[in-house]
């Protein structure tokens, strides 16, 4: 039988979660520079090398044909094809209408410009995320970026990535995966191209390359296990609220599940739900680790769990509540929040519209989910009028002394009356 977490109140739930923030490994992140700098030196032959150690796969030419990626399209089923269809044709709906468009203010412009080279990694070898390539390119698509160069680990069998990536309109693949495709995108082969900026979740170790290469390109975010918060009153389905949770747990023994509630009544009935559905699911091993190792029922009153909402700020936030008008706009952190019974995350894993490319352990304290607007860079335009400049220079002449920077106050000064 499934064993979980007692039911935390708002104050020890607090002490617990501090406790449990993850350690930087040194040894990975030593790992991980050998590969970043060998691959920088040694470039495609690294790349080769890495691919046979750690995917026993033997590999001499990266890039994935074309006709490859239209057959794999091909081969899918019709109903898939129009799934996928209908899905892009939702996000670029979605990023379209919220795309940042020039700003003119007369004396100052403030102007908007697509990415050149942006570089994506797309999980693969285990599974296949489909999904996760419409999310992410569609919004660099609408964004208008040039060159899109996507890696993803070797895969045997029909290819539901390639498929994707297809519809996409994406030419430049290549099969190499791990922390040695990140060292690819941010210092360039013989084959890979150097881009601007990397976007995409993996492992680890592709994690842990991100970090570390930022700064000589751009990057998205640092992936962790997914998460989700659950807050429920009465009037939710329990039963709704269980597959929500085992949504999450599946993706990995690592992800996180919250449950929260104003009486400690209704987080029995949800637990004993769950341990009752879960032996007839497929990945049931997973979703009991999880469960088990990452799993909090929270009971408290309606502020105390609000701030705990804001202070786990959790990837996904799903309110099933009557109050849920009053509760969503306390909610100042989270990747996304999902509002009432038809929304569930898993249908913004998919179909919403806006991207699952979200911040995770705390992070959406200080940032968002990806959207097209992460592919664009910006800068104001600035002209100033001659009478406008007589009425403004004197005070930046008199900080400009008081800075020592002398030069910058006679620039202003040559140019005044």
């Known amino acids: 039988m499934i064993k979980l977490k007692p ?12 406790e449990v923030a993850a350690e930087t490994n040194l040894e990975q992140t030593e790992q991980v520079m050998q590969i970043l700098q060998t691959v920088r030196k040694n470039k495609d032959q690294a790349l080769r090398e890495y691919t046979a150690m750690f995917d026993r796969q ?3 030419d990266f890039r994935v044909p074309v006709k490859l990626l239209q057959e794999s399209y091909d081969a899918l089923k019709p109903s898939l094809q129009d799934a996928l269809k209908f899905i892009k044709q939702r996000i670029e709906s979605y990023e379209i209408q919220i795309r940042h468009q020039d700003i003119d203010l007369g004396e100052f412009k403030y102007v908007y410009h697509p990415l050149e080279k942006v570089g994506f990694y797309v999980p693969g070898g ?4 489909p999904s996760s390539v419409l999310m992410s390119i569609i919004a660099a698509k609408v964004a208008g970026v040039s060159q899109i160069h996507v890696v993803t680990p070797t895969y045997t069998g029909n290819n539901i990535t390639f498929a994707s990536l297809f519809i996409c309109g994406v030419e430049n693949v290549y099969t190499v995966g791990g922390a040695q495709a990140i060292a690819a995108l941010a210092y360039g082969t013989e084959t890979i191209p150097k881009v601007d900026k990397i976007v995409g979740p993996g492992n680890s170790f592709v994690a842990n390359a991100k970090r570390l290469v930022f700064g000589e390109v751009g990057i998205d975010m640092i992936a962790g296990p997914s998460e989700i918060l659950v807050y429920i009153d009465q009037f939710a389905d329990p039963d ?6 085992f949504a999450q747990a599946e993706h990995d023994p690592e992800a996180r599940t919250f449950l929260l509630a104003e009486s400690s009544d209704l987080l029995e009935i949800v637990r004993l739900k769950a341990i009752e559905a879960l032996p007839a699911q497929v990945r049931a091993e997973i979703i009991a680790k999880s469960l088990q190792n990452n799993h909090y029922s929270i009971v408290g009153n309606r502020n105390d769990l609000i701030n705990i909402i804001n202070y786990v700020a959790p990837e996904h936030v799903s309110i099933q509540h009557q109050a849920a008008a009053e509760i969503i706009p306390q909610i100042k952190y989270a990747g996304a929040v999902f509002q009432g019974n038809y929304s569930p995350e898993a249908v913004g894993d998919y179909v919403a519209g806006p991207s699952h490319v979200l911040p995770t352990n705390q992070s959406a304290r200080f940032s968002h989910g990806l959207n097209v607007n992460d592919f664009l860079t910006s800068h104001a335009i600035i002209n100033i009028e001659q ?3 007589q009425n403004i220079v004197d005070p930046a002449i008199e900080v400009a002394e008081a800075e020592g920077l002398f030069c910058h106050a006679e620039s202003l000064k040559i140019r005044k009356n």
């Open 126 to 129: 285990q599974a296949l995320y």
């Open 240 to 245: 709704a609220v269980v597959f929500d949770l």
């Open 7 to 18: 039911i935390y109140s708002c104050e020890d739930f607090r002490s617990v979660f501090n």
């Open 58 to 60: 033997e590999i001499t």
């Open 387 to 389: 009478n406008t400049f």
